[in-house]
Protein backbone atom coordinates (compact mmCIF):
# COMPACT_ATOMS: atom_id res chain seq x y z
CA UNK A 1 0.00 0.00 0.00
CA UNK A 2 2.80 2.52 0.93
CA UNK A 3 3.56 1.86 -2.91
CA UNK A 4 0.00 3.19 -4.35
CA UNK A 5 -0.18 -1.04 -5.01
CA UNK A 6 -3.91 -2.48 -3.73
CA UNK A 7 -4.26 -6.21 -3.56
CA UNK A 8 -7.32 -7.87 -4.96
CA UNK A 9 -8.26 -11.40 -3.38
CA UNK A 10 -10.70 -14.15 -4.92
CA UNK A 11 -13.23 -15.79 -2.80
CA UNK A 12 -14.18 -19.17 -3.52
CA UNK A 13 -17.69 -20.08 -2.62
CA UNK A 14 -17.57 -23.80 -2.26
CA UNK A 15 -15.44 -26.09 -0.67
CA UNK A 16 -13.54 -29.08 -1.31
CA UNK A 17 -15.47 -32.37 0.46
CA UNK A 18 -12.01 -33.43 1.38
CA UNK A 19 -11.19 -29.71 3.23
CA UNK A 20 -10.38 -29.09 6.77
CA UNK A 21 -13.15 -26.56 6.37
CA UNK A 22 -16.25 -29.41 5.68
CA UNK A 23 -14.52 -31.82 8.39
CA UNK A 24 -14.93 -28.89 10.88
CA UNK A 25 -18.09 -27.14 10.32
CA UNK A 26 -20.27 -30.27 9.38
CA UNK A 27 -23.66 -28.91 10.61
CA UNK A 28 -23.39 -25.76 8.26
CA UNK A 29 -23.13 -28.32 5.06
CA UNK A 30 -25.87 -30.23 3.74
CA UNK A 31 -24.60 -34.08 4.80
CA UNK A 32 -26.32 -37.17 6.10
CA UNK A 33 -25.77 -38.04 9.59
CA UNK A 34 -22.57 -40.30 8.41
CA UNK A 35 -21.25 -37.34 6.90
CA UNK A 36 -21.62 -38.24 3.65
CA UNK A 37 -23.12 -35.75 0.87
CA UNK A 38 -26.84 -36.18 -0.33
CA UNK A 39 -26.34 -33.20 -3.01
CA UNK A 40 -23.54 -31.52 -4.24
CA UNK A 41 -22.34 -28.59 -6.48
CA UNK A 42 -22.04 -27.68 -10.51
CA UNK A 43 -23.92 -25.90 -13.01
CA UNK A 44 -26.76 -26.74 -15.49
CA UNK A 45 -25.60 -27.27 -19.58
CA UNK A 46 -24.16 -23.66 -20.51
CA UNK A 47 -22.27 -21.91 -23.27
CA UNK A 48 -18.94 -23.67 -21.92
CA UNK A 49 -20.51 -27.34 -21.84
CA UNK A 50 -23.64 -28.64 -23.54
CA UNK A 51 -23.64 -31.35 -20.55
CA UNK A 52 -23.32 -28.89 -17.78
CA UNK A 53 -20.24 -29.08 -15.01
CA UNK A 54 -20.69 -31.42 -12.07
CA UNK A 55 -18.17 -29.22 -9.41
CA UNK A 56 -18.77 -32.38 -6.61
CA UNK A 57 -18.71 -29.60 -3.69
CA UNK A 58 -20.82 -30.26 -0.50
CA UNK A 59 -23.73 -27.13 -0.46
CA UNK A 60 -23.97 -25.11 2.88
CA UNK A 61 -27.14 -25.49 5.13
CA UNK A 62 -28.28 -21.70 4.70
CA UNK A 63 -30.90 -22.74 7.55
CA UNK A 64 -28.08 -23.12 9.72
CA UNK A 65 -25.83 -20.68 8.96
CA UNK A 66 -28.66 -18.02 9.12
CA UNK A 67 -29.23 -19.30 12.70
CA UNK A 68 -25.27 -18.62 13.40
CA UNK A 69 -25.29 -15.17 12.13
CA UNK A 70 -23.13 -16.81 9.52
CA UNK A 71 -20.24 -16.50 11.67
CA UNK A 72 -18.32 -19.07 9.74
CA UNK A 73 -18.64 -16.64 6.65
CA UNK A 74 -17.80 -13.57 8.45
CA UNK A 75 -14.39 -15.25 9.98
CA UNK A 76 -13.33 -16.02 6.29
CA UNK A 77 -13.84 -12.47 5.09
CA UNK A 78 -11.89 -11.15 8.47
CA UNK A 79 -9.56 -13.11 7.39
CA UNK A 80 -9.80 -12.15 3.93
CA UNK A 81 -9.59 -8.32 5.25
CA UNK A 82 -6.32 -9.07 7.09
CA UNK A 83 -4.68 -9.59 3.41
CA UNK A 84 -6.75 -7.76 0.70
CA UNK A 85 -8.07 -4.27 -0.25
CA UNK A 86 -10.80 -5.92 -2.62
CA UNK A 87 -12.38 -9.19 -2.61
CA UNK A 88 -13.87 -11.10 -6.01
CA UNK A 89 -16.53 -12.83 -4.41
CA UNK A 90 -16.74 -16.06 -6.93
CA UNK A 91 -19.70 -17.44 -8.16
CA UNK A 92 -22.53 -14.62 -6.78
CA UNK A 93 -25.45 -15.95 -8.63
CA UNK A 94 -24.94 -18.69 -5.83
CA UNK A 95 -26.24 -16.15 -3.43
CA UNK A 96 -29.44 -15.78 -5.12
CA UNK A 97 -29.60 -19.25 -6.50
CA UNK A 98 -27.43 -22.35 -6.43
CA UNK A 99 -27.87 -25.54 -8.60
CA UNK A 100 -27.97 -28.75 -6.85
CA UNK A 101 -27.33 -31.79 -8.21
CA UNK A 102 -28.32 -35.29 -6.55
CA UNK A 103 -25.71 -37.43 -4.93
CA UNK A 104 -25.09 -40.05 -8.13
CA UNK A 105 -27.15 -37.89 -10.44
CA UNK A 106 -25.57 -36.01 -13.49
CA UNK A 107 -25.85 -32.07 -14.01
CA UNK A 108 -28.99 -32.33 -16.06
CA UNK A 109 -31.01 -33.71 -13.17
CA UNK A 110 -29.89 -31.16 -10.72
CA UNK A 111 -31.89 -28.15 -9.64
CA UNK A 112 -32.05 -24.26 -8.49
CA UNK A 113 -32.68 -24.15 -5.04
CA UNK A 114 -32.86 -20.88 -2.86
CA UNK A 115 -29.33 -19.28 -1.54
CA UNK A 116 -28.64 -17.00 1.31
CA UNK A 117 -30.16 -13.93 -0.24
CA UNK A 118 -29.44 -10.41 0.87
CA UNK A 119 -29.81 -11.47 4.53
CA UNK A 120 -26.82 -12.48 3.82
CA UNK A 121 -24.80 -9.40 2.86
CA UNK A 122 -26.69 -7.15 5.23
CA UNK A 123 -24.66 -9.10 8.02
CA UNK A 124 -21.35 -8.66 5.72
CA UNK A 125 -22.20 -5.14 5.45
CA UNK A 126 -22.90 -4.80 9.06
CA UNK A 127 -19.75 -6.81 10.24
CA UNK A 128 -17.39 -4.36 7.89
CA UNK A 129 -19.10 -1.45 8.85
CA UNK A 130 -18.76 -1.83 13.01
CA UNK A 131 -15.33 -3.48 12.83
CA UNK A 132 -14.15 -0.69 10.17
CA UNK A 133 -12.75 -3.08 7.99
CA UNK A 134 -11.76 -1.27 4.82
CA UNK A 135 -11.94 -4.17 2.44
CA UNK A 136 -14.05 -3.45 -0.57
CA UNK A 137 -15.86 -6.00 -2.66
CA UNK A 138 -16.56 -7.23 -6.16
CA UNK A 139 -19.11 -9.37 -7.20
CA UNK A 140 -18.44 -12.08 -9.91
CA UNK A 141 -21.80 -11.78 -11.41
CA UNK A 142 -21.13 -14.04 -14.53
CA UNK A 143 -22.98 -17.17 -15.83
CA UNK A 144 -26.31 -17.47 -16.03
CA UNK A 145 -28.00 -14.49 -14.71
CA UNK A 146 -31.81 -14.61 -14.00
CA UNK A 147 -33.78 -11.63 -12.57
CA UNK A 148 -33.30 -12.26 -9.44
CA UNK A 149 -29.66 -12.50 -9.26
CA UNK A 150 -29.57 -9.50 -11.07
CA UNK A 151 -32.18 -7.66 -8.42
CA UNK A 152 -29.45 -9.08 -5.64
CA UNK A 153 -26.88 -6.90 -6.83
CA UNK A 154 -28.78 -4.20 -7.18
CA UNK A 155 -29.58 -3.85 -3.72
CA UNK A 156 -26.16 -4.91 -2.44
CA UNK A 157 -24.98 -2.12 -4.66
CA UNK A 158 -22.17 -4.58 -5.01
CA UNK A 159 -19.77 -3.43 -8.43
CA UNK A 160 -19.97 -6.53 -10.86
CA UNK A 161 -17.73 -7.51 -13.81
CA UNK A 162 -17.77 -7.60 -17.50
CA UNK A 163 -15.03 -9.66 -19.48
CA UNK A 164 -14.33 -8.22 -22.88
CA UNK A 165 -14.18 -12.10 -24.31
CA UNK A 166 -18.20 -12.50 -23.81
CA UNK A 167 -19.44 -8.95 -25.15
CA UNK A 168 -16.92 -6.50 -25.86
CA UNK A 169 -20.19 -4.07 -26.86
CA UNK A 170 -22.11 -4.74 -23.69
CA UNK A 171 -19.53 -1.96 -21.82
CA UNK A 172 -19.53 0.37 -24.81
CA UNK A 173 -23.63 0.48 -24.66
CA UNK A 174 -23.59 0.74 -20.77
CA UNK A 175 -25.39 3.96 -19.57
CA UNK A 176 -22.16 5.87 -17.32
CA UNK A 177 -23.74 5.53 -14.48
CA UNK A 178 -24.37 1.83 -14.43
CA UNK A 179 -20.55 1.32 -15.98
CA UNK A 180 -18.90 3.36 -13.13
CA UNK A 181 -20.00 0.20 -11.22
CA UNK A 182 -18.72 -2.25 -12.95
CA UNK A 183 -14.86 -4.19 -13.75
CA UNK A 184 -13.12 -4.64 -16.90
CA UNK A 185 -11.58 -7.41 -17.49
CA UNK A 186 -9.71 -8.75 -20.77
CA UNK A 187 -10.49 -12.36 -19.70
CA UNK A 188 -10.38 -14.09 -16.49
CA UNK A 189 -9.01 -17.89 -15.85
CA UNK A 190 -11.61 -19.64 -17.61
CA UNK A 191 -10.84 -17.54 -20.79
CA UNK A 192 -8.33 -18.23 -23.51
CA UNK A 193 -5.78 -15.47 -23.09
CA UNK A 194 -6.34 -12.15 -24.82
CA UNK A 195 -3.76 -13.26 -27.88
CA UNK A 196 -4.99 -16.50 -27.73
CA UNK A 197 -8.40 -15.67 -28.61
CA UNK A 198 -7.92 -12.74 -31.39
CA UNK A 199 -5.62 -15.25 -33.07
CA UNK A 200 -8.24 -17.58 -33.19
CA UNK A 201 -10.37 -15.13 -34.55
CA UNK A 202 -8.00 -14.05 -37.10
CA UNK A 203 -7.57 -17.36 -37.88
CA UNK A 204 -11.40 -17.87 -39.16
CA UNK A 205 -10.44 -14.98 -41.72
CA UNK A 206 -7.60 -17.22 -42.82
CA UNK A 207 -7.06 -20.54 -45.44
CA UNK A 208 -3.69 -21.35 -43.45
CA UNK A 209 -1.48 -19.57 -41.32
CA UNK A 210 1.72 -21.18 -42.62
CA UNK A 211 2.58 -18.65 -45.06
CA UNK A 212 2.13 -15.66 -42.57
CA UNK A 213 2.82 -16.35 -39.17
CA UNK A 214 4.87 -13.41 -39.04
CA UNK A 215 1.93 -11.37 -40.38
CA UNK A 216 -0.57 -13.13 -37.89
CA UNK A 217 1.38 -12.32 -35.06
CA UNK A 218 1.84 -8.89 -35.53
CA UNK A 219 -1.93 -8.49 -36.47
CA UNK A 220 -2.69 -9.98 -33.08
CA UNK A 221 -0.69 -7.69 -31.00
CA UNK A 222 -2.16 -4.61 -32.75
CA UNK A 223 -5.38 -5.71 -32.33
CA UNK A 224 -4.81 -7.06 -27.66
CA UNK A 225 -3.18 -3.26 -27.72
CA UNK A 226 -6.01 -1.74 -29.05
CA UNK A 227 -8.45 -4.09 -26.98
CA UNK A 228 -5.88 -3.63 -23.35
CA UNK A 229 -6.51 0.52 -24.99
CA UNK A 230 -10.42 0.14 -24.79
CA UNK A 231 -10.64 -1.28 -21.48
CA UNK A 232 -8.56 1.40 -19.90
CA UNK A 233 -10.19 4.03 -21.51
CA UNK A 234 -14.01 2.68 -20.68
CA UNK A 235 -15.61 4.24 -18.05
CA UNK A 236 -15.70 1.28 -15.95
CA UNK A 237 -14.28 2.04 -12.21
CA UNK A 238 -11.47 -0.70 -12.48
CA UNK A 239 -9.64 -2.31 -15.61
CA UNK A 240 -8.23 -5.84 -14.89
CA UNK A 241 -5.76 -6.72 -17.41
CA UNK A 242 -4.25 -10.44 -16.89
CA UNK A 243 -0.57 -10.52 -16.72
CA UNK A 244 -0.85 -13.20 -19.23
CA UNK A 245 -2.39 -10.22 -21.65
CA UNK A 246 -0.05 -7.40 -20.71
CA UNK A 247 3.10 -10.02 -22.03
CA UNK A 248 0.97 -10.92 -24.95
CA UNK A 249 1.47 -14.79 -24.15
CA UNK A 250 -0.78 -17.35 -26.20
CA UNK A 251 -3.02 -20.04 -25.26
CA UNK A 252 -0.13 -22.34 -23.89
CA UNK A 253 -0.78 -19.74 -20.67
CA UNK A 254 -4.17 -20.21 -20.54
CA UNK A 255 -5.16 -20.98 -16.73
CA UNK A 256 -8.12 -23.15 -17.54
CA UNK A 257 -10.55 -24.97 -19.70
CA UNK A 258 -13.98 -25.27 -18.33
CA UNK A 259 -15.33 -28.63 -18.24
CA UNK A 260 -11.89 -30.37 -18.49
CA UNK A 261 -10.47 -32.14 -15.43
CA UNK A 262 -6.94 -32.11 -17.20
CA UNK A 263 -3.77 -30.21 -17.30
CA UNK A 264 -5.44 -26.98 -16.05
CA UNK A 265 -4.17 -24.56 -13.49
CA UNK A 266 -0.58 -25.46 -14.03
CA UNK A 267 0.94 -22.45 -15.54
CA UNK A 268 3.52 -19.91 -13.47
CA UNK A 269 4.91 -16.63 -14.94
CA UNK A 270 8.71 -16.74 -14.86
CA UNK A 271 11.08 -14.20 -16.05
CA UNK A 272 11.91 -16.35 -18.87
CA UNK A 273 8.64 -16.25 -20.33
CA UNK A 274 8.65 -12.53 -19.71
CA UNK A 275 11.66 -12.28 -21.67
CA UNK A 276 10.90 -13.98 -24.39
CA UNK A 277 7.62 -11.77 -25.31
CA UNK A 278 9.39 -8.82 -26.25
CA UNK A 279 11.94 -7.38 -28.18
CA UNK A 280 11.98 -4.30 -26.30
CA UNK A 281 10.09 -4.95 -22.60
CA UNK A 282 11.25 -1.03 -21.25
CA UNK A 283 9.26 0.20 -24.77
CA UNK A 284 6.10 -1.85 -23.48
CA UNK A 285 6.67 -0.67 -19.60
CA UNK A 286 6.49 2.68 -21.33
CA UNK A 287 3.00 2.30 -23.39
CA UNK A 288 1.47 0.96 -20.53
CA UNK A 289 2.66 3.79 -18.03
CA UNK A 290 1.38 6.29 -20.43
CA UNK A 291 -1.90 4.61 -20.75
CA UNK A 292 -2.13 4.27 -16.86
CA UNK A 293 -1.45 7.60 -16.50
CA UNK A 294 -3.47 9.02 -19.51
CA UNK A 295 -6.53 7.30 -18.38
CA UNK A 296 -6.00 8.17 -14.50
CA UNK A 297 -5.85 3.94 -14.01
Same mark, same amino acid.
Given at each position: ?10 ? @? ?30 ? @?? !? ?157 ? !? ?38 ? !? ?52
Amino acid at each position: NDLGISLMGDL @PMYMAKDSADVWANKEIFRLDEHGAQKVHAGV @PP !DAFTEDGQDWGNPLYDWDKLRDTGYEWWLRRLRQCAERFDILRIDHFRGFSEYYAIPEGGSPKKGSWQHGAGLDFYKAVSDMLKCEELGMKLLAEDLGFLDDGVKDLLRLTGLPGMNIWQFNDREMKEMEPEKAVNRAFYSGTHDNDTLAGFVRAELLK !DRNSESDKTDELATETEIECLRIIKEIYESPAALAMIQVQ !DMFMLGSEARINVPGIAEGNWTWKMSGASVKESFDDADARADWFRELAEKTHR
